[in-house]
């Protein structure tokens, strides 16, 4: 699966919009892009995935670019619950299994 | 809907000693998984089941870690003996049979002293 690198970290005022960077320049035509977070002392929560076409749901968007070599995850209203580490992951195909979590992003929602 | 059940959720043993871990998955979820995640790192998969089989043990430590799903609903991780490294939270996982979605525990953390 192909690997990502992410901000280690990044601030948002509460009820502005989150955006957060994921690179994934080595990505192949059959990878999909998912994102999850952690709060802390939990496990981590699915939040979206895609493989070209840009999604919603209730939680959030995923912005893909053309070429797939980066996204964004957006949250467009970032509360304070949402302070959490968002993991963006890339692997082939749409099942759960094997998930490469990396480092991630420590995102931290600003009263 | 219940989710992913853990226990315990946290566990203090000296390194030597044994240790097990207890998950019971989201009710018809065919899949489990244990992952291991070390303090400031992401989580790492151990072991991955479908229904009572292995489907991936590539990256557990055979030579202490085992984990079983015998009746293909609940599941043990085990270790023996355990040592300062294994220190870390141990997460389980379920989803259905090809699911995008996986759903976790809150996890056990495990401290070796």
């Known amino acids: 699966d192909a690997k990502t690198t992410q901000p280690p970290s990044m601030d948002c005022a509460e009820g502005r919009a989150a955006n957060l960077p994921c690179n994934h320049s080595?990505?192949?035509?059959?990878?999909?892009v998912y994102w999850y977070r952690q709060i802390h002392s939990q496990g981590p929560q699915y939040i979206i995935h895609g493989l070209k076409n840009n999604e919603t749901n209730e939680m959030a968007s995923l912005i893909i670019t053309e070429d797939r070599k980066s996204s964004t995850l957006i949250l467009p209203h970032a509360t304070l619950r949402d302070t959490a580490v968002y993991y963006c992951?890339?692997?082939?195909?749409?099942?759960?299994?094997?998930?490469?979590f990396g480092t991630g992003t420590r995102l931290t929602v600003i009263p | 809907e219940a989710g992913v059940a853990q226990s315990p959720r946290y566990k203090i043993i000296e390194k030597r000693q044994s240790v097990a871990f207890w998950c019971n998955p989201i009710?018809?979820?065919?899949?489990l998984y244990w992952y291991q995640q070390i303090l400031g790192q992401g989580p790492k998969l151990l072991i991955q089941?479908?229904?009572?089989?292995?489907?991936?043990d590539s990256q557990l430590p055979k030579d202490r870690f085992s984990a079983e799903r015998l009746k293909g609903v609940d599941s043990t991780l085990k270790i023996q003996p355990a040592k300062l490294e294994d220190s870390a939270v141990y997460l389980c996982?379920?989803?259905?049979?090809?699911?995008?979605?996986?759903?976790f525990g809150q996890g056990t953390r495990l401290t070796v002293v």
């Open positions: 992951i890339v692997r082939v195909g749409t099942g759960a299994n094997n998930l490469f």
């Open positions: 009710s018809g979820h065919a899949t």
């Open positions: 080595t990505i192949s035509g059959n990878e999909y």
């Open positions: 996982a379920s989803s259905f049979k090809g699911s995008t979605e996986a759903f």
């Open positions: 089941f479908q229904n009572n089989g292995v489907v991936d």
